[in-house]
């Protein structure tokens, strides 16, 4: 099993940056994918963007030059470095895990960008 606790959300102006971290339960070195999603009220949860255990990082169009996701496999720890935040980028953030064929959530932490 993999217990994933999120943190560093909060309220920001357009135009502001957050960085949200997500702590494992285990090693990040042995999980096969890790990620951050995001669900705004009314609309299906996103990928947002994504890290493998190697290290290869994917990112949705939406904030691709603007977000960031890093990993720290010493403190089991994925970031995700948000910068130039918009009003729609505001929705609950999620992380998530892809291990032993298995997927796993954290509870979420709520990103508010006011305008």
């Known amino acids: 099993q993999v217990q994933l606790v999120e943190s560093g959300g909060g309220l920001v102006q357009a135009g502001g940056s957050l960085r949200l971290s997500c702590a494992a339960s285990r090693s990040t070195f042995t999980i096969t994918v890790m990620g951050w999603y995001r669900q705004a009220p009314g609309k299906q949860r996103e990928l947002v963007a994504d890290?493998?255990?190697?290290?290869?990082?994917t990112y949705a169009d939406s904030v691709k030059g603007r977000f960031a996701i890093s990993k720290d496999d010493a403190k089991n720890t994925v970031y995700l470095q948000m910068s130039s935040l918009k009003p729609e980028d505001t929705a609950v953030y999620y992380c998530?895990?892809?291990?032993?064929?298995?997927?796993?959530w954290g509870q979420g932490t709520q990103v508010t960008v006011s305008s």
């Open positions: 890290i493998s255990v190697s290290g290869y990082t």
């Open positions: 998530n895990s892809y291990y032993d064929n298995r997927v796993y």
